[in-house]
């Protein structure tokens, strides 16, 4: 006589793959969108970053200060505050941009990015010659 085997309930598998895909599926999203908002974090930085470096060139060139400004705007966007300072010898200008999140888990949320960058005058600019 055959013996007959019995399923339980408590040994079947159904539908485990998609209590599990419903437990996973949420926090890879959320790793997703933080790694694409580190991204556009990181693309912003390195705009500023070229944006502050080339505004300083400008500057120990001999250029005016709004030509400096619009460059560093042009590189980094519109939305940017330029702050140019003189120090003797040499040239120091600050790129800061704000960054918010758009709509969703993080909407409302605010970063302040900015980068510096300084540079010595052109030799005959400097009134003394350039000595420091």
Do not use: K
Not at 14 to 32: F, W
Not at 41 to 52: C, D, Q, T, W
Not at 97 to 114: F, V
């Amino acid at each position: 006589m055959r013996a007959r085997t019995r399923s339980s309930r408590l040994c079947d598998d159904r539908g485990s793959a998609t209590a599990e895909t419903a437990v996973v599926l949420p926090v890879v999203v959320m790793m997703v969108a933080l790694l694409i908002l580190t991204g556009l974090g990181i693309g912003a930085h390195v705009r500023l970053e070229s944006a502050a470096r080339a505004a300083a060139r400008e500057m120990a060139r001999g250029e005016s200060e709004q030509s400096a400004v619009a460059t560093a705007r042009r590189i980094s966007g519109d939305d940017v505050s330029v702050t140019i300072s003189a120090d003797g010898v040499w040239v120091s200008v600050q790129v800061r941009r704000e960054l918010r999140a758009p709509a969703g888990l993080l909407a409302g949320a605010a970063w302040s990015i900015d980068a510096d960058a300084q540079a010595r005058r052109e030799p005959h600019l400097v009134g003394d010659g350039g000595a420091s």
